[in-house]
């Protein structure tokens, strides 16, 4: 017996939520659009509740791609022939979904689809014209069809799983048709999770997130490297982040298995008084009493306003913080035995540096297994093994939205294989983060040659400060860290209510 048969043993499941079908299977069988996707963070991947995830766990699929058992998006599967992602409920050798019969209500709707309007205020029903066969139907068709789901949305028992679970709903979609207004809904959603709209986070609003960061002045040389959208984003498919804008104001959640939390403090270029508690009101609203509801990355310029507020600041890993221009020349005895590895590397190895390309996504997916597999084999504390297991996903999304992020991205082969990758981003003019870096670890001074490599790039085009991120709590990561002699640790806290003893 599995783990996961055993885990779903004692397991409650109530009878699955079915929906009449408007497209035949066959027409379906014959169709590449759905269960398929460009991108692993696409907004479109399905959606399970907890009891969907229970039966699909029961119908085979792999207990990993659902990152929160109380509902979530599904992980996507990379297309290892292809540059797309799959399902993992998708079987591509038939092009049938394995869990056809307990597949989820998100599914089972498509291709009517729940979607906000543009102004995010009602949400409302509508169909997909990018479904090949809607575009062959008889509009008075999709109506009836239209009308009968809406009346199972309705009822009392589906709304409520609806509003339990707001990423049922999409996001506003101009080659979604509208069919109907669902009022109902729309209030019992209000009431649920407040009168301000919540938004998931996409790539579409990164520009929004950047331009509350450039007024919020919090984003300098020395800031923490979270202060930028890609941080937060890479770990899209984990976890499930939601925005809001309220009075100039940007609002980042992030919702975990635990709860809900905000990763950043909220963005804006006044008091902080107001806003946080409008946060921590909607923590608490969400959360009920759980200590869960917390603000991470707060800087220490913001711990003495926060103290005065009566908020509980608890200082968590800092930020190392090095000379761009001391890690460029690894100058003098205390760089001795990382010069020596990148000696090492460019007299034993014959080698080519380039700029990561979309293409390399397949190589860079291969090397991080191999990195992966080395790593364990090395023997991990349980942190680092939770760490790595959270990494493929979170790699795949910088891979494909590489550009999107201008993320700053190299590769380093050796007689054509892929053995290194790297990628950063600037966080200011003056400082570049390290955003992540992999290296076949049986090639010595491999690592340390792509890292100079990469602050000699940046030096070139300005940087002043690397700021390579905290080390995670892991003993080998700090001792690493520290050998490259840091001029500055960067403070971080986590703000949470202050408890009655
Ligand atoms: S659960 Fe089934 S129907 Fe839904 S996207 Fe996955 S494979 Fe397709």
């Known amino acids: 017996m599995s783990a996961y048969t055993n885990e779903l043993a004692g397991a409650f499941v109530t009878p699955p939520i079915t929906l009449p079908q408007l497209v035949p299977s066959r027409t379906c069988l014959q169709c590449d659009v759905c269960c398929r996707f460009p991108d692993p963070d696409s907004a479109l991947r399905p959606y399970f509740t907890e009891n969907e995830i229970t039966r699909a766990l029961t119908g085979g699929v792999e207990g990993a791609a659902f990152p929160n058992r109380r509902g979530s998006q599904v992980i996507l599967a990379p297309d290892h022939h292809g540059d797309g992602y799959f399902c993992p409920a998708f079987d591509v050798a038939t092009s049938t979904c394995r869990i056809y019969e307990q597949r989820p209500l998100d599914c089972q709707l498509y291709p009517l689809a729940l979607m906000w309007d543009e102004a995010h205020d009602q949400v409302l029903l509508g169909w997909d014209t990018k479904c090949p066969f809607m575009r062959e139907e008889i509009p008075g068709e999709i109506q009836r069809h239209a009308d009968r789901v809406m009346a199972l949305l309705d009822q009392q028992d589906i709304r409520d799983q609806v509003v339990a679970h707001p990423r049922l709903i999409g996001r506003f979609q101009e080659d979604v048709v509208m069919l109907t207004r669902l009022p109902r809904l729309t209030e019992a959603m209000a009431s649920q999770w407040g009168p301000v709209p919540l938004h998931r986070l996409t790539v579409d609003d990164i520009p929004r997130m950047t331009a509350a960061l450039d007024r919020s002045g919090w984003c300098r040389a020395q800031s923490l490297a979270a202060y930028s959208p890609v941080y937060h984003y890479m770990w899209n498919g984990l976890l499930a982040y939601w925005w809001m804008e309220l009075q100039g104001t940007f609002y980042l959640f992030a919702q975990s298995p635990d709860g809900w939390f905000m990763p950043l403090p909220p963005i804006g270029a006044g008091l902080i008084d107001e806003p946080l508690s409008v946060a921590m009101g909607l923590l608490q609203r969400w959360n009920g009493d759980s200590p869960v509801s917390r603000v991470e990355n707060v800087p220490s310029q913001l711990v003495p306003e926060l103290e005065r507020l009566g908020y509980r600041l608890t200082p968590k890993e800092p930020d190392y913080l090095y000379r761009a221009t001391d890690l460029a020349a690894l100058v003098g005895d205390r760089y001795k035995s990382q010069r020596a590895l990148c000696n090492r590397f460019e007299r034993e190895q014959s080698f080519e540096v380039g700029l990561y390309r979309v293409g390399d996504r397949q190589d860079c997916r291969a090397l991080l297994g191999d990195w992966s597999r080395q790593k364990q084999s090395e023997g991990l504390e349980s942190f680092g093994a939770m760490l790595l297991a959270d990494a ?40 570049f983060c390290v955003l992540l870096e992999v290296t076949d670890r049986t090639l010595p001074g491999l690592a340390q040659y792509l890292f100079r490599e990469t602050c000699r790039t940046v030096v070139a085009e300005g940087a002043e400060y690397i700021n390579t991120m905290d080390d995670a709590g892991l003993p080998g990561l700090r001792a690493s860290k520290q050998a490259y002699h840091p001029t500055m640790l960067i403070p971080n806290f986590v703000a949470s209510l202050a408890r009655e003893s």
């Open 392 to 431: 493929t996903p979170a790699h795949e999304v910088v891979w494909s939205q590489a550009s999107a992020f201008r993320l700053t991205g190299k590769v380093v082969r050796i007689h054509g294989r892929l053995c290194a990758y790297t990628f950063g981003y600037w966080l200011t003019s003056a400082t």
